[in-house]
Structures are given as structure tokens and as C-alpha cells.
């Protein structure tokens, strides 16, 4: 089975900190995405990577920033944290190329509370 | 805009059945999903439309009706495990998924 690891499943950060959400999977595969959940909402597009060192903005990519150099880690990366990136956040990742059939794998989630 | 409409929550009884509707508005179609997910839990793949029609899988089925933008979730002999949101999501043309909010799915004994 596919495994999305993401390591830290809750964090406590205060406001203007910086912040790294890290997530792993261990299948090889070529894209990978950041969504935030939040009650209420559907989830949401922070920011997705289709290969090595390539990315590109989802829905709501303000304040956030994402790097991936190796092909099994995506990193999302709050630059200043605030209240309002108060979230449950996600990882996941779907191999090869996106068809109408591709399934995300999801990871289990990291709960971030900003004070 | 894009839109996928599901109810917030609903309450079902252990070993009945219960059908959770999604509605949606989105530019284009190129399959509808279903996740399961434990509170505190990844979203699990349960099923994916692409055409019209009822797909089962055990105790799960799913239907789709492109016509009318609208989907079902089946689910027979509830047990109590089966509590959980359930999240539907449509690929739109650009192959972006779009998620509806989620139903929360509460069985009592």
C-alpha cells in the first residue's frame, strides 16, 4: 500500500513564526499536493508539484510556499505564521500522470494551531 | 463558480441504510469521488463515477447522473464504524479536484 507520512500530526506555533509541515511518501509517485481542511469547507488547494523542484499554486497559495527536491518529500512551508493558517492540513499524492481516474492517497494530516 | 453541495450531517441507525446525496456545479466532468475519513483520520477512497449509473462495491454503492449534476452515496447494514465524514469530489475539465464540505455521518445503536 501507499503510505503519505506527514510528521508532525499536531504543532503549536506563535504568530510570526516560521513553520514546516513535512510530508513523504514512499511510492514513486510524481505528483503531490498540499489541501488545508477547515469546518465547514471543502478541501482546499494550497499549492501542488507534478515532478522534482516544479510547483504550482492551488486556490489559495497566499502565505504559504512549498519546496520539493527530492521526488518523496514535499514540504510546505509557512514564511510568517497567523491566526487564520489555524488548520488541519493535508498531504497527498496520486502517481503519474493526472487522468479522471487517478486516486489521491492521502496522509494522515497535521493539525496546526497558530496563537 | 464551482460548487458540490452535500448535506452537513446526517443520523442513521446501526444495521439500516443510509443514502448521502452531493449536487454539483463545476466547468466540465471527468469523474466524481467519494472519500471516507475517520475523525482525525486520511481521507480513504471509497468509489469513483464516471459515467451514469450505480457502482457497488460490498456494502457501498455510489451512483452518478451527469444530466442532472447529482450523486449518491449507498450504504447498507451500517455498523458502527461506518461513522465518519464522507467527502465527494468532482475533477472539472482542467483535472482539478473540486471538494464538497463533507457530511458527517452519525450511527446510533
Known amino acids: 500500500d501507499v503510505k503519505v507520512t506527514q510528521s508532525s500530526r499536531y504543532l503549536v506555533k506563535r504568530t510570526g513564526e516560521k513553520v514546516f509541515l513535512e510530508c513523504v511518501q514512499d511510492?514513486?509517485?510524481?505528483?503531490m499536493f498540499w489541501y488545508r481542511q477547515d469546518p465547514g469547507l471543502g478541501l482546499r488547494l494550497i499549492y501542488f508539484s507534478y515532478d522534482v523542484k516544479m510547483k504550482e499554486k492551488g486556490d489559495i497559495p497566499e502565505g504559504y510556499s512549498v519546496s520539493r527536491e527530492k521526488k518523496e518529500r514535499f514540504s510546505l512551508i509557512l514564511e510568517s505564521a497567523s491566526t487564520n493558517q489555524t488548520s488541519m492540513y493535508l498531504c497527498?499524492?496520486?502517481?503519474?500522470?493526472?487522468?479522471?481516474?487517478?486516486?489521491?492517497?492521502f496522509g494522515a494530516g497535521s493539525r496546526l494551531t497558530v496563537l | 463558480g464551482q460548487n458540490i453541495d452535500q448535506p452537513t450531517e446526517m443520523t442513521a441507525t446501526e444495521g439500516a441504510i443510509v443514502q448521502i446525496n452531493c449536487t454539483y456545479q463545476t466547468s466540465g466532468f471527468n469523474g466524481l469521488f467519494w472519500y471516507q475519513q475517520h475523525a482525525g483520520e486520511a481521507p480513504t477512497f471509497l468509489s469513483y463515477n464516471v459515467l451514469d449509473g450505480l457502482e457497488e462495491k460490498g456494502r457501498f454503492s455510489s451512483f452518478l447522473s451527469r444530466s442532472k449534476g447529482y450523486s449518491y452515496l449507498l450504504l447498507k447494514e451500517l455498523q458502527m464504524k461506518d461513522s465518519a465524514s464522507y467527502l465527494c469530489a468532482v475533477r472539472d475539465s482542467n483535472y482539478q479536484l473540486i471538494w464538497g464540505a463533507g457530511t458527517k455521518l452519525i450511527i446510533k445503536p
Open positions: 511510492m514513486d509517485h510524481e505528483n
Open positions: 497527498a499524492s496520486v502517481p503519474g500522470q493526472v487522468t479522471g481516474a487517478n486516486v489521491l492517497t
